[in-house]
């Protein structure tokens, strides 16, 4: 009753019509205004209808999922969970220490790394703020540091898509992905080095697929105050559904990661799968070399493939790669165009690395589509 007294009292003084009034878009932060929707490609189950074929039968390369799924400890876990309390993370934190060697108070895990992303982002980014994304990249930094109404500078990279050391002033947050997604270079130690040590900013460095590469840079966290390494359970452990990722953070980060993160946003199914998941460490190093050594394969099979520390390929294209990804769609193979990622041009290609058979489909008609 009260609110429509003061609807109509709001008329009555005829300030705004009541098309004004029914405007409600104008509450919408104004940095917000013209964000785009992140963009995951096309949804298979989507396609197999528009296709009309059986869903079963798509080949989905287009997401860097593991084929292979989780350990089948995880699925025994998910049975005695109880669903009517809220969850506990600590037996996870427990876990990702055993496997990090890091101490709790180090670690903070999310639903998923973007959630981890987007938070910390929250800590340190506000309006007008700057942070520095060297591409092309995975896209959520950009769109993450944009949720906070700062402004991402997009970044050329140096000679084998290195990351140029030099930060520019005023930068508050930068982000650096390695191995990349979507050019599957890892960087080295000297180059993350010379970015975490010649800035003021927080450096945050995606480690989604480490597991897939020679070598992780986890063990730099302990030398620097402004250093923070993302990674998630998505790729290696095979658990991309249940959204479950984790950072290792100077204690001085976590504890005010804690403070602006949401409470319980991994459910109590997910934490119970990822601490099985981390149990079976044999189940994801297994997984980890069979896609490896099909990477190489494909590597070796694929004219334009570059060389890749992730559990995909990216694949330079003589034709536009919108046109080639459309024409592999047609055919039920889902794969990734990267010409909607920054800085990316329009003549690359990201393949996951699935199953042989998968793999050997996606081949034959990548062959003929090129
Ligand atoms: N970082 C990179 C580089 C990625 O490619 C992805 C997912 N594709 C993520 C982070 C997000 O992972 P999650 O599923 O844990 O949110």
Redesign the pocket.
């Known amino acids: 009753m009260l609110i429509a007294g003061e609807m109509i009292n709001i008329n009555h003084d005829n300030t705004n019509s009541v098309s004004d009034l029914l405007d409600f878009t104008r509450n919408i932060l104004p940095f917000l205004r013209d964000l785009e929707e992140d963009e995951a490609g096309p949804d298979a189950t989507e396609t197999a209808e528009m296709l009309g074929i059986p869903a079963k039968s798509m080949v989905v390369l287009s997401?860097?999922e593991n084929p292979y799924g989780p350990s089948p400890l995880v699925r025994a876990a998910l049975k005695d969970v109880p669903m009517h309390r809220y969850p506990d993370s600590r037996p996870l934190l427990e876990a990702i220490s055993s496997y990090t060697g890091y101490p709790r108070e180090w670690l903070v895990s999310g639903?998923?790394?973007?959630?981890?992303?987007t938070t910390i982002c929250r800590i340190f980014l506000g309006c007008g703020d700057l942070a520095l994304v060297p591409v092309p990249?995975?896209n959520?930094y950009g769109l993450a540091a944009r949720l906070c109404g700062a402004r991402p500078i997009f970044s050329a990279r140096l000679p084998g898509f290195a990351v140029d050391p030099e930060v520019p002033r005023g930068v508050k947050m930068a982000f650096l992905?390695s191995p990349?997604?979507p050019t599957g270079n890892a960087l080295t130690e000297e180059n993350v080095r010379a970015v975490v040590e010649g800035t003021d900013a927080i450096v945050f460095l995606?480690e989604?697929?480490a597991e897939f590469a020679e070598k992780s840079l986890l063990g730099m966290v302990r030398e620097y105050d402004n250093l923070v390494v993302?990674r998630?359970?998505?790729?290696a452990f095979g658990l991309?559904g249940l959204?479950?990722?984790y950072a290792v953070a100077p204690p001085w980060i976590t504890e005010q990661y804690r403070r602006v993160a949401p409470l319980f946003s991994v459910s109590s199914l997910s934490l119970a799968a990822g601490v099985a998941a981390l149990q079976d460490l044999d189940w994801m190093k297994e997984c980890v070399r069979k896609i490896v050594s099909e990477r190489e394969r494909m590597r070796r099979r694929l004219a334009g493939a570059l060389p890749s520390q992730g559990n995909f390929l990216c694949i330079q294209t003589r034709q536009k790669s919108k046109a080639v990804a459309e024409r592999m769609l047609q055919k039920g193979i889902l794969v990734r165009d990267c010409s909607l990622f920054p800085g990316c041009g329009e003549h690359c290609l990201r393949v996951t690395i699935g199953r042989p058979e998968e793999n050997e489909r996606f081949i034959e008609l990548f062959e003929r589509s090129i």
């Open positions: 997401r860097n639903a998923g790394m973007d959630e981890i992303i990249t995975y959520v992905c990349n997604n995606d989604a697929y993302g998630t359970l998505s790729k991309a959204r479950l990722g």
